[in-house]
């Protein structure tokens, strides 16, 4: 793939999760879809463990297999189907990480289909390499969050955000000229 610089287009971060990682009711806090419901907390200052705890218990039991966690032998499956397929449809991927329950991609697209396209043909086609190598069950849950990078010191600030991911056993991919 050549440089980003030789086509105009939009940098994305891209954030797809596991199938079952995050669920309403989750302890770490959590989110309603087009917010819904208030929910006060979040990742970093939780709401009290036994606030939602019937929306946990009811959002696991709705679950059509165990939550999937990423396992280590599978992250460079999901990570190179994932940049492979970006590219494939005219993005740069500049850099993406693969851990237990997310994926995060750096990338920059060109203008003229959804961001949000490209981040659900990346999820189909590492399914299908996954499957084609014996994985069973989901991949993926629904969705995924596209979020433009606004400038410069955002780009930045995702970038390392991605790339520190490897300290914590994530499978890690960057650009190299």
Known sequence: MADSHEFPGIWVH???TAYGAWLPGDERGF?????????????????????????????????????????????????DAV???IEELGGFVLCLSVSGQHVHVLAKLPFGRKPK??????????????????????????RGKVRAIRNRTHQRN?????????????????WRR
């Open 14 to 16: 891209f954030i797809a």
């Open 31 to 79: 989110r309603t879809r087009h917010h819904r419901q208030h929910v006060e907390g979040d990742y970093k200052n939780p709401p009290p463990r036994d606030q939602f705890a019937d929306v946990r218990q009811r959002s696991k039991a709705l679950l059509k297999q165990q939550p999937t966690v990423i396992g280590h032998k599978w992250r460079p499956i999901v990570g």
């Open 83 to 85: 940049r492979e397929r």
């Open 117 to 142: 396209t490209y981040l659900t043909l990346a999820k189909r086609h590492a399914t299908y390499e996954c499957k084609q190598r014996g994985w069973k069950g989901k991949l993926w849950a629904l």
């Open 158 to 174: 995702v970038y390392h955000y991605i790339l520190a991911h490897e300290k914590e056993g994530a499978w890690v991919w960057k």
